[in-house]
């Protein structure tokens, strides 16, 4: 077999860290990672600056879970930060709790409405529930229903357009739901059970997973250069390939775009160190309605790292584009229904392949959290595990 590896993976990002890592040390398998970037972790990779904060270089992650399986085996790998994210958003002079609760309808509400609005909606939905903007929208309460509409014109509409590149009726529903209006007075962004950012980083997590003795990380490699694929059979540097291999890049991309390309969301990341001690209350403030960008994170926030200045990131979303190198990074695949339709395309072709396997957020072409990801490389490794059961 070729170099002695039972699998190659394409991506050092979480999906590839955890797989490398299940099939190095549940399966003793001998396992290549292939990495195009020069450092691991994909868009969770993360660093100390010269002020001594961590930033995302690829935007905020906030880890949380209500998974105690992935929770239980991450812990195995890092210790944890407690925290609980908060996000405000600043509507007009206002700043208000997001996602959308009782809180925020206070703010915005004079007391009166307000109370007679929170009535009316612990009625409906019931306290401590939550319900997508798109579903308030269909109340056939009049007062709620401009209330749902005043959420929806100041919230999501130009948000959602600035962040997709399409109207918000044009994405998925899932996506929206995302952030729902909930009914209670706990602000926090997730109300998952846990909650918390590796104490030494994302980047020093992936590297404990990747730091087996039967894992081999390389790193700057462009992967389609050394692979082939052509009916059905695999060629790994010129030479058949009979392992498996697990890809968790773009699947247009592997397969030459022979069906066309699959739309992308990327951002352009604009970082500002500050001379002030901090620049907002909140780690994220979301700017709904600005022109052309959606948040702001302000990272010492996050590990409630103690510096005399502050380390700020700014998110303006834009088209993914494959030749131009500002634009080439796809955070998100676009989640509309003729996208999901061409993506099947690839998934058909991508099964002629018995020893391929896409996974994560670009090869799956899924809205992926981290929690998500680490969930199903953990799954499709047990598949494995009960398909092989020993070293293939
Ligand atoms: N969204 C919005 N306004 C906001 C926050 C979110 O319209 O202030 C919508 C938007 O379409 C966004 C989606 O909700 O893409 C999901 O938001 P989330 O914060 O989960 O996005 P992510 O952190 O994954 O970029």
Redesign the pocket.
Known sequence: MMGAYQAIIVGAGFSGAVMAERLASVLGWKVLVLEQRAHIAGNCFDKKNEQGITVHQY??H?FHTSKPRVWQYLSAFTAWHPYQHK?L?RVGEKLIP??FNLNSLHLVYPAEQALALERKLLELYGAGNKVSILKLRETAEPELAELADWIYQN??????MR??GIK?ED?APD??A??PVVLSRDDR?FHDSYQAIPAAGYTALINRLLSHQNINVQLQQNALQRLKLENGKICFDGEIFSGKLIYTGMLDQLFSYQFGELPYRSLQFVFRQLDCPYFQTAATV???NAPDF??ITEFKHILAESSDGTTIVT?YPQDYDKNDPEKNIP??PVFTADNQQRFEKYKTLSAQYPQLIPLGRLAEYK?F?MDDAVANALEVSQLLYEQYGKPI
Do not use: D, H
């Open positions: 935007g905020p906030l996000v958003a997001l996602p919230i999501f509409v130009n948000y959602t962040q997709w918000a994405i996506v929206l995302r952030v962004y979301n700017y709904p959606t948040r998110e955070y998100y809205y959290n």
